[in-house]
């Protein structure tokens, strides 16, 4: 149990406080909503445009208060030669365009001292062509002088062409699946395994939670077995190095693959089934069959918890890969729905910010990655955005307008998240799907509570004794044992 209450008293340390309100901050026994931030677009404090770290220190009480979610996941924030940094030359280092360690350094404490979880992007399938390690791979390739260069051998080499592969010289081409400029890492190698370790361990002494793994069916090319074999090594040593870190994987690919990679032990991999446009959790919305949603996801959990009995699910609606669901969930109820899905799952939740403004933008990641808008005034991104991204897709309310209007979607994530934090078997409770008579209705157990959401526009009825009902959105009835739901509609009953 850890339930503490801090207290905002104005005058005192108000670092951990939020400066707008009197009202006292409980912190949930379960962390599970994680914010997801691409930094150089969230919030610029030194007015150079660029989004830093100190600016997210400075929207902690957004993110924690305002908003209600417990942890950060920061896209990479390595120095790197791209505006996304998934191609890092400093794995140890902090990009200058985000700030310094001194900055991070401010971060993490502050985070630590609220409660919050900071897990960051670990890229290790590859690494920028820029890095050392490659730089002198490469030179030792062309020099001739492999037998004396480690880290010839923290690449892979090959003396014919593959899928994949760039030509170097005339007879030796190296792997890069993703970009010439993306080296894949040979993580076989026993050396570069120890700067791995290194690296985890550089940074979860700094107080980091875990991290984000980047491409894991990549790092031995769709090769489960060994994907799994190198995550399973690499978990283990990070949880003797910090016994309560978190893991979640990156595996964008079938189900059926994801699933068993929690083989692995690695606590999460991102669900990507149920995200995005044609995931299950929007094809359930369109097509009202909340019951065939709420089974699956009964079905999902004893999948993932058959290979690790400690898995937990990361579900999310949209990330900087996808299009943002304001893009394609175009009325109220259904972008309004969709939170109230998502968000009252059991796992882990993330965010991607923006998502609670609708923000939208979809095509090339660049639009996928744009400027929060925090206020007609704000600066951030003004100069410095992703420089492709076609700003007049984002169409969205500002968050100081959304904030003050209390039918916006942003006041109704806040309040969704906060029925999340109240009830911690919404997180981790084992689940069984509940009939309730109609195919529309979505209804999981969740051990103490149950969460039941009307996927349809038509008043729906069921039989049902509770303790309490927790109204969360729509209109909501409830005479003896008898609940009735309005179209729309979601609530949680308290057994
Ligand atoms: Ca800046």
Redesign the pocket.
């Known amino acids: 149990m850890r339930k503490l209450w801090i207290l905002c008293l104005t005058g005192f340390i108000l670092s951990g406080c939020s400066s707008k309100s009197n009202t006292p901050y409980i912190a949930p026994e379960v962390n599970s909503v994680y914010y997801e931030i691409y930094v150089g677009s969230f919030y610029?404090?030194?007015?150079?445009?660029?989004?830093?770290l100190?600016?997210v220190l400075e929207k902690l009480d957004y993110i924690q208060y305002d908003l209600g979610a417990t942890g950060i996941w920061l896209m990479p924030i390595n120095p790197s030669p791209t505006y996304h940094k998934y191609d890092v030359v400093d794995y140890k280092g902090i990009d200058q365009?985000?700030?310094s360690m001194e900055d991070f350094n401010q971060l993490i404490a502050a985070m630590n001292e609220r409660g919050m979880d900071l897990i960051l992007d670990l890229v290790l399938n590859h690494s920028s062509a820029q890095h050392p390690w490659f730089i002198k791979a490469k030179n030792a390739v062309l020099n001739n002088t492999c037998d004396t260069v480690k880290e010839c051998d923290y690449y892979i080499f090959e003396k014919t062409s593959y899928p994949g592969f760039t030509q170097l010289t005339q007879d030796v081409w190296y792997e890069s699946v993703f970009w010439d400029q993306m080296p894949d890492l040979n993580l076989d190698n026993e050396s570069l395994r120890e700067e791995i370790l290194d690296i985890a361990k550089f940074w979860l002494d700094k107080g980091v939670k875990g991290f984000r793994l980047d491409a894991t069916t990549h790092f031995y090319q769709e090769n489960s077995s060994l994907n799994i074999e190198f995550l399973n090594w690499f978990n283990d040593e990070v949880k003797a190095i910090r016994n309560d870190a978190y893991l979640v994987g990156e595996a964008w690919t079938g189900e059926s693959i994801v699933t068993r990679m929690y083989e692995s032990k690695i606590d999460s991999f991102f669900n990507f089934g149920f995200a995005q446009n044609s995931g299950r959790i929007v094809r359930a919305l369109r097509n009202e069959k909340g019951h065939d949603l709420a089974k699956y996801t009964q079905h999902y959990q004893e999948t993932i918890r058959s290979y690790n009995e400690h898995a937990i699910d990361a579900i999310f609606l949209s990330n900087h890969d996808n299009d943002r669901s304001a893009g394609y969930l175009l009325d109220e109820n259904q972008k309004k729905m969709a939170a109230n899905v998502y968000l009252l799952m059991p796992g882990n939740v993330f965010l991607y910010y923006g998502e609670e403004i609708a923000m939208r933008g979809s095509g090339i990641d660049e639009n996928k990655r744009m400027p929060m808008l925090w206020s007609k005034t704000d600066k951030t991104g003004k100069t410095?955005g992703p420089s492709n991204a076609n700003y007049t897709l984002r169409d969205p309310q500002y968050v100081d307008d959304a904030m003050k209007d209390k039918d916006s979607l942003w006041n109704h994530y806040k309040k969704v998240i906060s029925v999340r934090n109240k009830y911690s078997s919404i997180a981790r409770g084992d689940v069984i799907s509940l009939d309730l008579g109609h195919s529309e209705l979505y209804a999981l157990d969740h051990g103490d509570v149950i969460v039941i959401h009307n996927l349809s526009n038509k008043t729906l009825s069921y039989q049902k004794d509770y303790r309490e009902v927790v109204s969360v959105y729509g209109n909501i009835s409830s005479k003896g044992n008898n609940i009735t739901m309005e179209g729309y509609s979601t609530l949680v009953i308290v057994k």
């Open positions: 610029d404090s030194d007015g150079d445009g660029m989004g830093d100190s600016g365009a985000y700030g410095f």
